[in-house]
């Protein structure tokens, strides 16, 4: 079935440092790609999404760009900042006959230092 | 537009007995999804329903979970005879239909079974 890998953390950063959560996957058809994030005490929040390949997506100076050669949705940003500190998801839709369920990995707890 | 909704946004009980949540979604959003999510997991899906009509159920959705939305606008969980295994995170998202793969996620619902 549809399945999705991130990095393990925690992952503890100082700040300005750049930031790089790996997120692999594996579906059928093409999904689409997200990242959400849940800051403390938060529900989740979408951060950005690709929805086909070579497609970047981007807010808040975070991006990830769907490489469907490597099935790969990696989260970057260049220049961390404290309030960036957050547990960090990868997310797929499958969108088989219309947008479903979400299928998200483990999550990357993410702390940056001042 | 008012976001998602969710109430109570903590529930403690005692093992045994029933609870309901209850999820209002955003506005003429037609598609309300359900996800559980246990501590340093990421959310997994439990059903989810376009319009009143629920389309599917996970198989972690044993006989004690039932959930409906009977006019198509909010929607309720409820667990009957509740397993301190239970305890988790309950999320409800919308989505404006079956074409929108963006899910907007409520603050949740945190279940403690003693």
């Known amino acids: 079935g549809d399945s999705v890998t991130q990095m393990e953390g925690p992952v503890t950063l100082s700040e300005e440092a750049f930031l790089t959560i790996n997120c692999t996957y594996t579906?059928?058809?093409?999904?689409?790609l997200f990242w959400y994030v849940q800051y403390p005490g938060e529900g989740l929040q979408l951060l950005l999404k690709?929805?086909?390949?070579?497609d970047k997506g981007s807010n808040k100076g975070f991006e990830a760009t769907y490489r469907k050669e490597t099935t790969s949705f990696h989260l970057e940003k260049g220049s961390v900042q404290v309030s960036d500190s957050a547990v960090y998801f990868c997310?797929?839709?499958?969108?088989?006959?219309?947008?479903?369920?979400?299928?998200f990995g483990q999550g990357t707890r993410l702390t940056i230092n001042p | 537009d008012t976001g998602v909704s969710q109430n109570p946004r903590h529930k403690i009980t005692k093992r045994g007995q029933n609870v309901t949540f209850r999820c209002d979604p955003i506005?003429?959003?037609?598609?309300l999804y359900w996800y559980r999510q246990t501590l340093g997991q990421g959310p997994e899906f439990l059903t989810y329903?376009?319009?009143?009509?629920?389309?599917?159920k996970s198989r972690l959705l044993s006989d004690r979970f039932s959930a409906e939305r009977p006019k198509g606008s909010f929607s309720t969980l409820e667990i009957q005879r509740t397993e301190q295994g239970d305890s988790a995170m309950y999320l409800c998202?919308?989505?404006?239909?079956?074409?929108?793969?963006?899910?907007?996620f409520g603050p949740g619902t945190r279940l403690t079974v003693l």
């Open positions: 690709a929805t086909k390949a070579d």
């Open positions: 998202a919308s989505s404006f239909d079956r074409f929108s793969d963006t899910q907007y």
């Open positions: 579906a059928t058809g093409y999904p689409s």
């Open positions: 506005s003429e959003h037609n598609r």
């Open positions: 997310a797929l839709s499958p969108l088989i006959q219309g947008a479903q369920k979400l299928v």
């Open positions: 329903f376009q319009n009143e009509a629920q389309l599917e």
